[in-house]
């Protein structure tokens, strides 16, 4: 169990510090984590779950249950979030809808991949595979949709039209279409010969490194904020999320490795693409980014817990 925890959150923790420490000691700014995160986003993760998912049976990838349980957590807090800003805190849409991204967008590209692909070797990458794509196709789409500035729509932009469009451009995302590609090669059983494999892996094994240490120097700098909507947010992104998956995995009938992997994948801090958004729309920014820094800090513990208590 102690070993599962230090080859689990040990690498983590200690390139994180890296990240950080290179903009303490101004061998790095703050700025350049943009660079490493083009680097990680549009090449080194995608190529991953490429390799993820062409390695992965196709009797894991058509698993219902599998998916299910991840929409459940990650769009059950989105809602749960959604509503608690806008009913409870009387917050105003555009506000409650960053909130609720804060609270249920896990940093599955720069946390969880790493952790994920530790414990549970290649096919760890399903999670994070699956995960984004309920994330692009879904929540980031609604999330575009519902903080649209009306004043600034053109005249025949319909809620429906934008919707349609932020899925177009996530589609033609490399974060989604490459895994997609994978996937149906996956299940189309197609050999890939090993000479394009390897090269495959020889980018796609820099995206935990180099996410982790992007990391890092985006949270240099950051914050320390605590107030209601902040503690509000930890309880339900390193708390409640987890526990929905947990009750998505009972639910939809997942055991073991596949239980496991939804779980952690729940536990993940939120991802440092919510603070992009509030800046974007330039509302909740403070909450936003104080909650990811303490959320990772958090989450480094609550992973350490989960893995405990599932490899004991």
């Known amino acids: 169990m102690f070993a599962a925890i230090l080859n689990g959150l040990l690498p983590v923790a200690f390139v994180i510090f890296l990240g950080w420490m290179s903009a303490r000691i101004k061998w790095l700014k703050h700025e350049d984590a943009k660079v490493l995160a083009t680097l990680v986003i549009k090449f080194a993760l995608p ?71 530790a414990l549970f070797g290649p096919e760890g990458f399903l999670a994070v595979l699956v995960g984004n794509l309920i994330t692009s196709i879904v929540m980031l789409p609604l999330t575009i949709v519902l903080t649209e500035n009306t004043e600034h729509r053109k005249p025949n932009d319909t809620a429906f039209l934008l919707f349609l469009r932020s899925i177009g451009g996530a589609i033609s995302n490399p974060m989604v279409w490459l895994p997609v ?47 209601r909507d902040v503690l509000t947010n930890l309880l339900l992104k390193n708390f409640g999320q987890p526990l929905l998956m947990f009750l998505g995995a009972a639910m939809f009938g997942l055991s073991g490795s596949m239980a496991h992997q939804t779980i952690v994948t729940g536990a993940v801090p939120t991802a440092t693409a919510a ?38």
Do not use: W
């Open 47 to 117: 190529f991953a779950l490429f390799s993820g998912a062409v390695r992965t049976s196709p009797d894991k990838l058509q698993h219902a249950g599998f998916a299910l349980t991840l929409a459940l957590g990650l769009m059950g807090t989105y809602f749960i979030a959604l509503c608690i800003g806008r009913f409870v805190f009387r917050h105003d849409l555009r506000t409650s809808t960053i909130q609720a991204l804060v609270c249920a967008f896990p940093d599955m590209a720069y946390f969880g991949a790493p952790i994920l692909s």
């Open 181 to 227: 590609l994978g996937i149906v090669i996956s299940m189309a059983r197609v050999p890939i010969p090993g000479p394009a494999l390897r090269s495959v892996d020889l980018i796609g094994t820099a995206a935990g490194g180099t996410s982790l240490f992007a990391l890092g120097l985006m949270l240099y700098g950051e914050p320390f904020l605590i107030n």
């Open 275 to 312: 603070a992009m958004f509030a800046l974007r729309t330039q509302t909740y920014t403070a909450n936003a980014t104080a909650t990811i820094l303490i959320s990772t800090l958090l989450g480094i513990v609550t992973e350490a817990l989960l893995i405990a208590a599932m490899f004991h």
